[in-house]
């Protein structure tokens, strides 16, 4: 398989493992890459012997992080190799087989456009309990936030063709977080994921691996927050600016214009203007024209139900109209959230 790379990122590998995973690659494959991601100068003769092999080792001089691995990793192989079609990233835990990278190299010559996973089975016995329930927790913010399905939200195996590879060498992040990132650029730039199933391994209950649940799970799951946080502010800055305009408007009843459409209408106004601009520029990245449209009508659209809503609940209960803001606000968030993922922000490649 001369035009698909393999490519091994390390950190402080088990040596014995790593050999004999080394050894069967080798017999299989002649495009090996590794990173020596700062493991430090009592494993340079490990490494040296596989340079000796005629492998190439890439090393970073610190720990730099999985992600910057892979990115160091993806430009040394646009840069080497003239027939490329494809890299694979593989872990030197144990956790991969040859027979399993192979089916996704396979996948990936099908349609070198796609990003191929390969996908572990969670509900296996052996699968440690941070392993299961970590995974399991990603899988389904991934699918609440991001709006994508993935069977294994941090496998190692991934096989990318040139285009990703080079689409992915411009994504922020440097450690864990890195790969989380490709998931959600591939939502953005509507890159495909296909799923290959493979083996579940886990060696001594996965002490080998160096992903730490509380430090790196942060890492991940910040990427969620912009999400919620833009929409959040705007929501308290919606609600505070209603209060205000409530208490300082002049109590009017013309028919459908009232005091709280009134206020519900200029509150949105500035509320929506902020939250274009964050969603814009720091949530979902898109600059494109047609967005500022699909963005504010689908404000309109929303402002009047929530008014609509708002003031037939205030008229059979005479309950608080700010309480009733909330909890009418409240529904329409989750609607809203999912619109502007799915359509205003939707980037088109």
């Avoid at 002649?30 to 190439?56: A, W």
């Avoid at 060498?169 to 990132?181: C, H, M, Q, S, V």
């Avoid at 160096?210 to 609600?239: E, G, T």
């Avoid at 509150?267 to 949530?283: D, E, G, L």
Wanted: charged share 20%.
């Amino acid at each position: 398989m001369n035009e698909i790379a393999v490519i091994i990122p390390a950190y402080k590998p088990h040596e014995k493992i790593m050999n004999d995973f080394m050894e069967e690659l080798k017999r299989n494959f002649k495009n090996i890459v590794i990173v020596d991601d700062g493991s430090g100068k009592e494993y340079e003769p490990f490494f040296k012997k596989f340079e000796e092999m005629n492998i190439p080792v890439l090393r970073h001089h610190v720990n730099m992080g999985k992600g910057r691995a892979i990115k160091t990793a993806f430009n040394y192989c646009l840069n080497t190799y003239s027939h490329l079609l494809g890299t694979i990233t593989a872990d030197c835990d144990g956790q991969h087989t040859v027979s399993d990278i192979t089916k996704c190299i396979e996948k990936l010559k099908e349609n070198p456009k796609k990003l191929v996973i390969g996908t572990r089975n969670f509900d296996a016995e052996n699968v440690p309990f941070k392993s299961r329930y970590g995974n399991k927790i990603t899988r389904n913010m991934f699918t609440a936030f991001i709006g994508i399905k993935i069977t294994d939200t941090q496998s190692g195996l991934r096989a990318f063709g040139v285009d990703a590879m080079k689409e992915f060498l411009t994504i922020a992040g440097e450690r864990y977080e890195y790969e989380t990132n490709m998931l959600i650029a591939c939502k953005e730039q509507e890159i495909e994921i296909a799923e290959v199933p493979i083996d579940t391994i886990y060696i001594n209950n996965n002490e080998l691996s160096h992903f730490h649940p509380f430090r790196d799970a942060f890492l991940i799951y910040k990427l969620f927050l912009k999400y919620v946080l833009a929409a959040v502010s705007s929501f308290f800055v919606d609600i505070l600016l209603f209060s205000l305009f409530m208490h300082i408007l002049p109590n009017i009843n013309l028919g459908i214009l009232t005091t709280i459409v009134i206020a519900t209408i200029l509150a949105r106004i500035f509320s929506s203007t902020y939250n274009f601009t964050i969603n814009a520029k720091v949530v979902f990245k898109n600059k494109g024209k047609n967005s500022i449209i699909k963005y504010f009508t689908l404000v309109v659209i929303q402002m009047f139900i929530s008014a609509f809503l708002v003031s037939e609940i205030f008229k059979a209960t005479n309950l608080n109209s700010t309480t009733l803001k909330i909890g009418v606000d409240i529904l329409i968030f989750i609607a809203n959230f999912i619109i502007q993922r799915e359509w205003v922000f939707k980037n088109k490649k």
